[in-house]
């Protein structure tokens, strides 16, 4: 086994990305110079944003959002699960203290936990988290099987899965009691494409627990 001094300096320091740090806030405060300032005061996001960890989708960087203008919650798959308090807890800050407007849940075509269902394969611990995607493919496994082949499965699932995930956030006590108290809140369902680099909307949009039911079942219609 190789001594801990062995590892490159280059490993303890990541010099290339504190010089592009450096570079990103002095671009930043040249276009506006008390922007980082601004910031400190407050926070007043309009958008909360719940997507997969995949490095290829960047919440803000794809919607041209800079600091401050979205709240973000990423984990594998973008799964909103009735017992993940990390993602609970997000959800009631963003809506309670933060009081942003709209939650999108943003899938991505291509998405690896998503694969890993799709094929019954195993990769470990994150199986377990992973149990929530099969839930859905069980759920929908007849109009996956009907598609025939494994591409149009697989991009349909990951679809599925937002639609699913959108209706979990809908049915969170948080969106549940926003919606009674008559705070607007829109919860939309999109999806990205990491070869083209575009979002399109699933066409599901809820902002009252009576819209739920039809919009989950239209789109699930397709
Ligand atoms: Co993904």
Redesign the pocket.
């Known amino acids: 086994m190789a001594p801990w001094f062995a590892i490159p300096f280059d490993m303890r320091e990541l010099r290339h990305l504190f010089a592009n740090n450096h570079a990103w806030a002095g671009k930043i405060r040249a276009e506006d110079p008390e922007f980082f300032e601004k910031l400190c005061h407050q926070q007043v996001p309009h958008y909360f944003w719940i997507g997969?960890?995949?490095s290829r989708v960047p919440a803000n960087q794809i919607t041209g959002l800079l600091p401050g203008e979205m709240f973000v919650h990423r984990n594998?798959?973008?799964v909103v699960a009735s017992a993940d308090l990390n993602c609970l807890s997000a959800l009631q800050f963003a809506v309670d203290v933060l009081k942003v407007r709209h939650v999108i849940v943003c899938g991505?075509y291509g998405?690896?936990?998503?694969r890993t269902v799709l094929r019954g394969e195993r990769l470990g611990l994150v199986d377990h988290w992973l149990r929530h995607v099969q839930e859905v493919h069980a759920r929908h496994s007849a109009q996956l099987a009907g598609l025939g082949d494994e591409t149009r499965a697989f991009d349909r699932l990951c679809e599925l899965n937002v639609i699913e995930q959108v209706s979990n956030v809908c049915k969170a006590a948080t969106v549940q009691d926003a919606w009674s108290r008559g705070q607007p809140l829109a919860v939309h369902g999109w999806i990205y494409a990491v070869s083209d680099g575009l979002l399109r909307d699933l066409g599901l949009c809820v902002t009252s627990p009576q819209e739920l039911a039809p919009a989950y079942q239209a789109a699930v219609k397709g």
Do not use: I, R
């Open positions: 997969c960890s995949d594998v798959a973008n991505h998405c690896s936990g998503v």
